[in-house]
């Protein structure tokens, strides 16, 4: 996959295509380059509990709950129209096999108020390849427990499950696999709790709603893995459309306790105008690019999470092309700390995690050239979340307070500490590139009205805007890049330059180097 980093194109929902192969409980099988590999030594962090749910799925009902409505498999569509002929709030029962839908590519079941969908041992909701969508339609308050639902073709940016970002779904203990484009959409005060979703085409869920924004989301328990098998990014070159999970707009995410593992690109992705945002306790392993972006957004908790062998398809790959970008495993790209914005922190806090093996660290990324109203900014047409009207960023104004401040998304206020960072070369078998901390922004040169050319981003991000390192434990041969790719320091010069980081840090020169 050829991703470009640096200019990350917005994609308008989730996606579609392909297969991958899933084993047990992992979407790819294990391999010689990507060992196990327990932290140990001072400073280590207790790994999260992995949320092992594929393997193992829990089983629902044996029998139907009271008052349920029994749904057929020997039935075609008989899911859908018992659906459409009882009120809402009523529940339904799957029985054991194989339900299908009437052949139609648009046929889908359309939930009313409050209906509740269990399956029991054995219940698969299966798409045939032919329809495009299994749950549709704008009903509030929807559940779906213990049900498979798989071998749906939803058009790229399109989701199989909630297809219309309805509010208030309740999605637990289901595998939602092999389908193209996403697993499920997301709405306002969606809970996704204990679900494989595994090996679907672009994205495991895209949490994205058409109009508004989405509130209250919560994924917890989940299994995620191997999704992205359509590999998007090699039919759409830095469309920035693929992994594990994509949030776009989000105002207040709970993502706890999560395996997100072995997914064909990013792991976990915020992109554009995202908020208060609390990521703790997940396992966050072996995804082809990087662990964690989040892209053009505010106010965020990183806490406690284990993050191991991340990025090294796509490091790789842009190492060998002569890039000396220091693509890294958490990509904070143009995201920080807002206070005047209400969040649960002012800040993006990134502490007690275990990075261990990753292709690179933590890179805090600002493009100068990208900003609202800006030809640079690829990801939307909408403006940062203190900027009403887009068109205000222009000149004159844009030149003064308040606009030349809030005209652009700030990699500020990002505070990383307590957090342990372990690299042993001959794992990740690499010689260089990959061992690197960074915070640093281009040379500002676009568009020609831009009032951020030269240095004043680099100089901001790394001097001004109160990004800081400290009280970190580093293991392995980590170098440090400020300002620009060219400034590579070593530890003892990184505390030493002027921005003097990694206060209170400690470095231990060797595994693997």
């Known amino acids: 996959m050829r991703v470009k980093w640096r200019h990350w194109a917005l994609p308008a929902v989730p996606v579609t295509l392909a297969l991958l192969a899933a084993t047990g409980c992992t979407g790819t099988p294990d391999t010689e380059d990507k060992p196990s590999v327990s932290p140990t030594g001072a400073g280590a962090v207790a790994p999260a509990t992995v949320a092992r749910v594929c393997a193992k799925p829990p089983a629902g009902a044996a029998k139907a709950p009271a008052g349920a409505v029994t749904v057929d498999p020997s039935v075609v569509g008989d899911l859908t129209a018992k659906t459409k002929s009882n009120p809402a709030h009523t529940t339904f029962w799957l029985r054991p096999g194989k339900h299908r839908l009437d052949p139609d590519r648009y046929s889908q079941v359309i939930p009313k108020a409050g209906n509740r969908y269990i399956g029991a041992p054995g219940a698969v909701l299966d798409g045939g390849k032919k329809n495009q969508y299994a749950f549709g339609g704008n009903a509030r308050d929807v559940t779906i427990r213990y049900l498979t639902v798989q071998r749906f073709v939803a058009p790229q940016d399109q989701g199989v499950v909630n297809h219309d970002s309805a509010d208030g779904w309740v999605i637990e203990h289901s595998t939602i696999q092999k389908n193209d484009g996403a697993g499920l959409m997301a709405g306002i005060r969606q809970r996704v709790r204990d679900n494989c979703l595994r090996d679907n ?92 972006i989040y892209e053009t957004s505010y106010n965020a908790i990183i806490k406690k999470n284990t993050i191991r062998r991340n990025n090294w398809v796509e490091g790789r790959e842009q190492s060998k092309g002569g890039d000396s970008f220091p693509f890294a495993t958490v990509y904070v790209s143009e995201s920080g700390g807002e206070p005047r914005i209400k969040a649960r922190t002012d800040k993006l806090e990134i502490y007690g995690n275990e990075l261990e093996n990753n292709w690179s660290g933590i890179t805090l990324w600002e493009n100068a050239d990208r900003f609202c109203n800006s030809p640079a900014n690829t990801s939307s047409g909408g403006c940062t979340l203190l900027v009403k009207k887009t068109k205000s960023c222009a000149r004159p104004g844009i030149t003064k307070a308040p606009l030349y401040a809030d005209c652009r998304w700030k990699t500020q206020r990002v505070d990383i500490h307590d957090n342990r960072f372990v690299l042993e070369k001959s794992v990740v078998k690499c010689k260089e590139k990959c061992d690197r901390m960074a915070v640093l922004a281009n040379y500002g040169t676009y568009p020609d009205w831009s009032p951020y050319k030269g240095t004043k981003v680099a100089r901001a991000v790394t001097r001004d805007q109160h990004n800081r390192w400290h009280d970190n434990v580093y293991v392995g041969p980590w170098k440090f890049v400020s300002e620009d790719v060219s400034r590579v320091f070593d530890f003892r010069r990184w505390q030493g330059t002027s921005s003097e980081q990694d206060k209170g840090s400690t470095f231990e020169q060797r595994a693997g180097g």
């Not at 893995?225 to 590999?231: A, C, E, I, P």
């Open 201 to 292: 085409g672009q994205y495991g869920m895209n949490a994205y709603k058409p109009t508004g924004r989405i509130t209250g989301l919560v994924l917890e328990g989940n299994e995620i893995v191997g999704n992205n098998t359509g590999d998007w990014e090699s039919k759409r070159e830095g469309c920035g459309c693929t992994g594990g999970v994509k949030f776009w707009a989000v105002n207040g995410a709970d993502i706890r306790g999560n395996w997100v593992h072995d997914n064909r690109g990013t792991g976990l992705w915020a992109d554009t105008n995202n908020n208060d945002f609390l990521l703790e306790n997940n396992v966050i392993e072996d995804n082809d690019g990087a662990a964690l």
